[in-house]
């Protein structure tokens, strides 16, 4: 019921707000941005490429597997079309809908069945976790299912492992980093603490899940070397997107004057060098600032980091219908709510945490946006619900002390 409702609220949101709707600007760029372009480029047969518009060549610039969806769409619906953007925007709160059922498994797991229940209804009808999913052509729907599935699936790996759940996690994971390879930061800590209880015995069966996701990935890492006769790893453009982030007196926030989509500049630079190398002596750039001023970079870092968490990245990237204060606010209730699951000893409780601050490890390093923050909100949404069952149980608790108290005894709950 908690899926149906999620789906519908936000497809409604989409339709009453009218989000669909892009403005046309140059090549319709702003129709999924650098997905979008390549998905462009697919439907139009031009392959994998093109991510800010132009004919600019192979791209790895994204994973593929979102830009396929959206290629498929534009094939069938119309390049750019509004029809095509109601149909990605619906698939996207399909996928945001889709994260009650493995946040309700998690909550169960984790923290019980009232806090799982109450958990999947919050993400399903709160308005703050539906407008990513209605107005950004983009995983990020995509993201917090698999990130909410990536952690139950460790769980239950824990508790019973085999070759062949040992199978699956390993094609579970090559499936996310086909889709974000952001997420693959949390992969070596959901893996040890997966394997850790019986590793003795099990690593054999860990041996066979890297197999598997190695074999997932090959094909995508087999048609980079050949476009670029150069390795390059699932997205060839971190490098860059370092050096976008570190230079010196830089915000650390990501300057949009360094980028193609923006600087006409940096595009006929990209066009001329090609991504690779335009790539590589962007990465040049950006360790060469790190060598010669690497307190300056670790200020940046720890800036970042709380910028991640306290959304004052905001003001640099501003995104509609959401306020430095909601971030911060959010944050800070489920940081108090982990750790009360810390003080009751939850199981899992250790390894939610760590995903939380594990998973934007690269954002960390690079910059911060509000929405990379939207894959680990269906667990902050956890941690918050157990904080208010807590805080409730505390109140209850005091009310049964005070006979004079029963109406606030009544509407407590545990």
Not at 51 to 78: D, R, V
Not at 100 to 127: D, M, N, T, Y
Not at 384 to 403: C, H, I, N, Q
């Amino acid at each position: 019921m908690a899926v149906a409702v999620a789906i519908l609220c936000r497809v409604a949101a989409m339709v009453l707000l009218v989000t669909y709707q892009f403005p046309a600007g140059h090549n319709h760029f702003a129709f999924g941005y650098e997905t979008g372009a390549i998905a462009r480029s697919l439907a139009l047969g031009e392959g994998f490429a093109s991510p800010f518009g132009g004919h600019t060549g192979p791209t790895a610039w994204i994973s593929p597997l979102y830009p396929a969806m959206c290629a498929g769409i534009f094939k069938g619906l119309g390049v750019y079309s509004t029809a095509s953007a109601v149909a990605i925007l619906t698939i996207n709160s399909l996928f945001s809908g889709l994260v009650c059922i493995p946040l309700w498994r998690l909550g169960e797991r984790v923290a019980g069945k009232r806090c799982a229940a109450w958990s999947a209804w919050i993400w399903a009808v709160v308005p703050f976790f539906w407008m990513w999913p209605i107005t950004w052509v983009w995983e990020t729907g995509l993201s917090a299912l698999l990130t909410t599935w990536a952690v139950l699936l460790t769980l239950r790996l824990r508790e019973q492992q085999s070759a062949r759940k040992w199978t699956w996690f390993g094609l579970f994971w090559g499936t996310v980093a086909l889709s974000n390879p952001s997420l693959l930061s949390v992969l070596p800590l959901c893996g040890l603490y997966a394997i850790w209880p019986g590793w003795r015995t099990q690593w054999r069966n860990a041996v066979l899940a890297a197999v598997v996701f190695s074999a997932v990935i090959s094909p995508w890492l087999a048609r980079n070397q050949m476009v670029f006769g150069h390795f390059v790893f699932l997205r060839g453009n971190f490098p860059f997107e370092f050096r976008l982030g570190n230079f010196h007196n830089s915000t650390g926030m990501g300057w949009n004057g360094l980028h193609p989509a923006v600087n006409p500049a940096q595009f006929e630079r990209y066009a001329r060098l090609g991504e690779y190398e335009f790539v590589r002596q962007s990465g040049y750039e950006a360790k060469a600032f790190v060598k010669e001023h690497p307190s300056e970079f670790l200020k940046l870092c720890g800036s970042r980091f709380l910028s991640f968490w306290d959304g004052r990245s905001l003001e640099f990237n501003p995104a509609k219908g959401y306020a430095p204060w909601m971030i911060l606010l959010t944050s800070a209730l489920a940081a108090f709510g982990w750790l009360f699951m810390m003080r009751a000893q939850l199981p899992g409780a250790g390894l939610l945490g760590a995903v939380v601050l594990l998973y934007p490890l690269p954002y960390y390093i690079t910059y911060p946006m509000v929405r990379y923050r939207h894959a680990v909100e269906p667990i902050l949404v956890l941690m918050m619900v157990w904080l208010a069952a807590e805080l409730a149980r505390a109140v209850k608790s005091r009310a049964m002390k005070d006979p004079g108290s029963d109406e606030i005894s009544g509407a407590a709950w545990s």
